[in-house]
């Protein structure tokens, strides 16, 4: 199969590899499309992965093609998503369903093989079935949806709360979204500049492109990762509010004395986020698969460029270097 396989940090390679081999209770799935995560490129180009050679990828739907043994059978022919953490199962938090804080969890694209290939192995129980209703680009989506929504959910809005979200990336995009769904007033996204603008609006989201000094608002996610979302989401978020940390760190972080008074003051609850939950009754996952079919969350709105996969590294250094806008970007295998 071919794929692209990193070999060191910013040595990633479009080269023939074999197929994955199968262990008990996993599949092998042909993957139709791949989201680029803003994750990957400094996995890609800075960081590395947890071993190399390593195909990465995380955000991606397939068709399952073949399975170990009698445990995913049923799934042969069918298109899914996938959830790519891969818990332990028997850490406290898995004992509690609570799998996205897993403390010794695998994962696909990054500590294993991902999708930035044709075929990619996964475990049968991080399968989701796709309804007809739901498209190979919508798949590739889930994971990004459910991570806003997880979000969002931390967020504990209440019907005509205001929020900020402080990003204009696909997560911080589809949060916006689900932070209508459930109810939400004004929605308000917060960029540096221009360039986002029109997507922002394709959402049915409010957008800023500054600060907007001396406005505040209840409930604030914060979707960047940097020393400077941090200041200014404390900023933006409202006495007695609540404010999200959601955003990877770009780097190490401290709090100033200003920022820590700022917190104190003010009241306000911090609370992060991680991942998603997945499985049983509050599933963020059987939750965008529902919102995506029934159209109520537009995923489509944040996707800014479809790509045949020939042209994926060519991307990544567009998306390193900032050289043009760009929202989602999905990859067709």
Known sequence: MKAYVLHGIGDLRYEERPLPELRPGWALVRVLAAGICSSDIPRIFEKGTYHFPTIPGHEFSGLVEAAADG????????RVGIFPLIPCKNCPSCRKGQYETCSNYDYIGSRRDGAFAEFTAVPVWNLIALPETVSDIQGALLEPAAVALHAVKRAEISPGDDMCVIGTGAIGLLAGQWAKIFGAGRVVIKGRGEAKRQIVQRCGLEYAADSRTGEEFGRVIEAVGSAQALEESLSLTAPGGKLVLMGNPDGPRTLSQDLYWRILRKQLTLTGTWNSSYGGENSDWAAAV?????????TEAVVSHVLEREALAARLAVMRGHTEAFCKVVVKF
Request: aromatic content about 6%.
């Open 71 to 78: 445990s995913g059978r049923q799934w042969i022919g069918r």
């Open 290 to 298: 529902q919102a995506m079919g029934e159209g109520t969350l537009q």
